[in-house]
């Protein structure tokens, strides 16, 4: 569990992740959002609708934790979800406003947890997480998110002549 300090300072990164986001957008270009570089798993596009799209599930696991500590979570398959909510046909901008009010929600509730909240669990795949670890994992998954799309960024200004 994090000490209330490191808390904060979790919730304020939280925070930040879909302002980096934004930033990002604004210096990609727009023709090149539906392009897929070095194998990737989604483009531009879909990285943004997704990260918009798991902050409903994100939420939802915290609350679980916290009211029904121990309960057991579904996997969730990133690519069939995909598909299922067509991240591709999505608007990436909108997508980035719903991701940042989503992650807002989500920040909000995390701040009215106390510490011992904080400790409390659900069940992935038969493993535990604390809210604490699963907070860890929210930003990893934003920084993977934001290294693809800053590598798209520093692919399309190398190319530049």
Do not use: C
């Not at 860890?136 to 290294?147: E, G, Q, Y």
């Amino acid at each position: 569990m994090y000490p209330v300090d490191m808390r904060q300072e979790v919730l304020e990164a939280l925070s930040s992740s879909p302002k980096v986001v934004e930033r990002l957008l604004r210096v990609f270009p727009s023709d090149r959002f539906d392009y897929r570089y070095g194998g990737a798993r989604f483009n531009p596009r879909e990285v943004v609708a997704s990260l918009a799209d798991n902050e409903v599930i994100i939420l939802d696991r915290i609350r679980m934790a916290n009211l029904r500590p121990g309960s057991a979570v579904e996997s969730i398959d990133p690519v069939e979800r995909a598909k299922e909510h067509h991240y591709s046909d999505k608007d990436v901008f909108h997508e980035a406003e719903v991701y940042e009010s989503r992650r807002q929600t989500t920040v909000e509730y995390l701040r009215e947890l106390n510490e011992d909240d904080w400790s409390k669990t659900f069940v992935l795949s038969g493993v535990p997480i604390a809210i604490s670890e699963y907070a860890s994992l929210i930003l990893s998954n934003d920084l993977f998110h934001m290294d693809q799309m800053s590598l798209h960024v520093a692919t399309e200004a190398a190319t530049i002549s």
